[in-house]
């Protein structure tokens, strides 16, 4: 289990590093395997508050315990963390030179990443891992966390089953919550039931549907009135059409409902294939399909004044509450 939006974990409430000593283990098993890591890391460590360490401790606890239980397994996890790392600095590269993602349609995505088990695998660990890690991305989920529903809800939807941190969050915050995850890539969803397995989550609450987004009905919504409360993490960076993603799930939402939604600007990977150019761009499509944005976090991968973050291809991660217009 993973800490709630109340920032604790189910062993303690960690006040500093010296309170965590699972998180230490992977920081070393990354170090071994990448001496260079360290001090990126450390420079990131040096700024987080007890909201961070409760965080991070509480993930590490779950990834040595249930995930990365062996020698050969935390070695994998290491060389997954800074294979992904790599593979991010060398698109980010090749995107300066040339301005154009490597892909430009999501079908390549599915062929070489998607319905890949190996590449998904390591894809997902380097993912869980950079949480802790990435600046961007650990307030990428802090944001998540601190906009879930107020009271209780019966049901929600994830877009993209990804690594399991959202529904595993969901299922441990709502006791009562049934969840729906739909993905274009069975072997992604295979991927999402074993990190799901990680995080202790019931199966029992979750449906997954493997099918197109934009043309399977989701029976629940239609029957329901909607969904109350709607995830989309990092996925309209990977589809061909984002605004007919986003016009889906303005269908999809409940009155009254929100929805978490991230992508990103300027950013280069592997699998990525729509590309926005700036946050504002992204803050303009919420607007054309519907939505008000009722609260975001844009950060930068740069120390770039934001004024110059799209002339400089400076790569943005992006995040809103959204609820109808």
Known sequence: ????????????????????????????????????????????????????????????????????????????????????????????????????????NSAEAVTHVYNDLDVMRYYMVGLLVSYMFWPNHYELFRFFLNNLPDGSIDRYLEVGVGHGLFSSTMLSTYPDVAGICIDISETSIKT?????????????????????????????????????????????????????FMDRTKDLLAPGGTVYMSTCANCPALDHVYHFHSAQEIRDLMAASGFRIVDEFAGAAENIPEEDWEKELVTVNYCALLEHA
């Open 1 to 104: 289990m993973i800490p709630t939006a109340g920032g604790t974990t189910p062993e303690g409430n960690p006040q500093g590093r010296e309170d965590c000593p699972e998180l230490a283990r992977i920081i070393e098993m990354i170090a071994q395997e990448n001496p260079l890591q360290k001090k990126r890391i450390e420079g990131f460590l040096n700024t987080r508050g007890p909201e961070y360490w409760s965080f991070a401790e509480g993930l590490s606890q779950v990834l040595n315990h249930s995930f990365i239980t062996s020698d050969a397994a935390r070695a994998e996890a290491a060389r997954a963390y800074n294979k992904m790392c790599m593979d991010f600095l060398s698109e980010q590269i090749r995107f300066k030179k040339t301005g154009k993602y490597r892909i430009e």
């Open 192 to 244: 999402a039931k074993e990190t799901l397995k990680t995080f202790q989550a019931d199966p029992d609450r979750l449906t997954f549907i493997h099918g197109d987004y934009l043309t399977t009905e989701i029976a629940a919504a239609r029957d329901a009135g909607g969904f109350p409360f709607i995830i989309m993490g990092e996925v309209l960076e990977h589809v061909n059409d984002a605004k007919a």
